[in-house]
């Protein structure tokens, strides 16, 4: 949805010390000259506006967050992707800083991101309860249109609270019944985003003329994610299977996977994998990026001959790369991936000869890393070193999800900002996201034969040719197109029938927890996925522990089990809540 339409009840009603700091307490009990008032905006046209508001701020950019759009980012690379061990930070040891101690776990409550983030997401909250606040003054409104609308505000409102609550875990709870917007952080959410969901799925209509919009299935997903991050495995289980057998898109599609190269392609985006996905548009008239991926500006290769203007940041690590390793037989190295490292260009200069790993891989690695003298899209061979910024802090690798293409960049490239921009939409959830999780939900429910039926399902996509990638016709003009020759040595299969499954469970969950690492790298759920899954300490410990002595930037990291599982609440939230000398936001454990 684009932000075109901004409204000061939207900016500052229900907004408190939470929101804005612009909005003082006494703002609330003072009339805002300029300030369109309930009853103005109690009409089809205002509380359209009021949604279409909501919708906007789930990219997470804007003044009112009042950082960077880098620190809010709806993709979470920041705070998902990077603390997870599928990126470095990237760039250079003194460029942005405080991202340096969220990726080592160093950071305390006064680092600004997190202050940043909080507020762009309870900007969301705020909009989402505008608009439930609104709608019960509405009249001459068919019910029909008022269940659409309260479902989409709830379905918002939800997931905004998701995103707060995977982050700090204990955080205040406002709808739009909240007078006193000083709350304290004292309650578990989850009954209250559970309740949010369960009413959108129950009442919002499975397809829409807007493609944007949160429609039935995407509610029942994220109802079924909200499950799953409860334990509430039986119940997860139930729920995916409504939404594999019977969801369609917004735009009426029936779910299923599309090549994999096309969930990553502004060309082909709002296909039937996507689930949910926020909205970005090129180009569209306002002369900035906000809507066109600012969150994710800086993530572009970046230096001698790159043919983009900034910056070099979000590096695919090496134990990423690693991961994509296939045996003989194109199945994963689940507990031993390190072992059979893929070979990098670590140490060479761009002129230095170097010839690509020729073992067998995982052809996703090369829709998710841009490595050395494989085709970087329709961009060229990456070269190496020439297009990384500071490649011993950073490692050798380049992202490569949010790369848009050159062939339609006039359509879906936006450069009227000083750093990239782009048409490439933000996924929330896409379908190979739900089925994993279904496989995790029915793993733990008893049903393994189905939990690896949705691994292979996915597997198997993977393993189809046409979706693979391929070297270029001619590697001086990448535009001419792609050969016939696959660009590695491709080697990817599903798991033969019924051997996962004879396994056991404990080895069927680390089979799916591995395929969810490789599936949506790059993607911001790493971090969450190992945290909810109770093995954050040991596997961040060894990736600091492997990673570490590759590049320099890592140096003291550390995941502390009981204190890094949610990050600290911002001390600046904190400060702004006392109350008779003492703050009702209480610190998360170990940040005091």
């Not at 509610?219 to 991050?229: E, M, N, P, Q, S």
């Not at 070979?343 to 841009?370: E, H, N, Q, Y």
Request: aromatic letters at 12%; hydrophobic letters at 40%.
């Amino acid at each position: 949805m684009k932000k075109s339409i901004q409204y000061m009840a939207v900016l500052c009603m229900m907004a408190g010390f939470l929101f804005l700091q612009a909005c003082k307490d006494d703002f609330l009990d003072k009339p805002v000259q300029g300030a369109l008032g309930d009853e103005v905006l109690a009409n089809e046209k205002g509380i359209d506006g009021l949604l279409t508001a909501a919708y906007a701020a789930l990219d997470g950019q804007g003044d009112f967050t009042g950082g960077s759009g880098w620190e809010s980012p709806p993709d979470n690379w920041v705070y998902g992707a990077i603390p997870g061990g599928d990126a470095h930070k990237g760039s250079d040891g003194g460029d942005q800083t405080p991202i340096n101690a969220i990726a080592t776990f160093a950071s305390g409550a006064d680092n600004g991101f997190f202050n940043t983030k909080w507020r762009a997401l309870y900007e969301g909250v705020s909009r989402a309860n505008t608009v439930l606040k609104v709608l019960a003054l509405l009249e001459g409104v068919s019910a029909e249109n008022k269940a659409s609308i309260e479902g989409q505000a709830r379905f918002l409102r939800a997931h905004y609270y998701f995103e707060l609550k995977k982050m700090w875990n204990m955080v205040p709870w406002i709808d739009e019944t909240t007078t006193d917007f000083n709350q304290p952080n004292d309650k578990d959410i989850w009954p209250m985003i559970e309740a949010d969901f369960k009413a959108a799925y129950e009442t919002l209509p499975a397809t829409y003329t807007l493609v944007g919009r949160a429609n039935k299935w995407a509610a029942g997903a994220y109802l079924g994610k909200t499950y799953l991050y409860q334990k509430k495995f039986a119940e997860a289980a139930t729920v995916f299977t409504q939404v594999i057998n019977s969801g369609v898109t917004t735009n009426g599609l029936k779910y299923d996977l599309v090549s994999f190269k096309d969930n990553f392609d502004a060309a082909t985006k709002n296909n039937a994998e996507s689930v949910f996905a926020i909205q970005m548009v090129a180009n569209d008239g306002t002369l900035d990026i906000t809507n066109a991926n600012q969150g994710g500006m800086l993530n572009f290769p970046y230096g001698t001959g790159a043919p983009f203007s900034c910056c070099g940041f979000f590096q695919p690590t090496q134990m990423l790369v690693n991961a994509y390793r296939t045996d003989a037989a194109g199945l994963p190295y689940v507990e031993s991936a390190n072992s059979h490292a893929v070979k990098s260009d670590l140490g060479l200069t761009s002129a230095a000869a170097f010839t690509p790993d020729a073992g067998p891989l995982d052809p996703r690695l090369d829709w998710t890393v841009g490595r050395r003298d494989v085709p970087y899209h329709d961009w060229g061979l990456f070269p190496g070193m020439n297009w990384v910024r500071d490649q011993p802090y950073g490692g050798p690798y380049a992202p490569k999800k949010n790369i848009h293409r050159q062939k339609t960049q006039d359509l879906y490239a936006d450069l009227s900002s000083w750093a990239p921009g782009n048409a490439i939409n933000v996924l929330v959830i896409r379908f190979s996201d739900v089925l994993l999780m279904a496989a995790e939900a029915e793993a733990n429910a008893g049903s393994l034969a189905k939990a690896e039926e949705y691994v292979n399902r996915v597997r198997t996509r993977a393993a189809d040719k046409t979706g693979w990638l391929y070297k270029y016709i001619d590697n001086k003009n990448p535009l001419t197109g792609f050969s016939a020759t696959p660009a590695a040595n491709y080697v990817v299969s599903p798991y033969p029938a019924g051997t996962l499954a004879a396994k056991g469970k404990d080895n069927v969950l680390k089979a799916i927890y591995f395929e969810r690492g490789i599936e949506l790298a790059m993607e911001g759920h790493r971090f969450f996925d190992l945290v909810r899954w109770g093995v954050a300490d040991s596997s961040l410990n060894s990736f600091f522990s492997y990673e570490s002595k590759i590049t320099t930037d890592l140096a003291g990291g550390k995941f502390t089990n009981g204190k890094n599982n949610y990050y600290p609440i911002p001390q600046f939230q904190i400060d702004m809540s006392v109350v008779d000398g003492a703050p009702k936001l209480k610190q998360n454990p170990g940040y005091n």
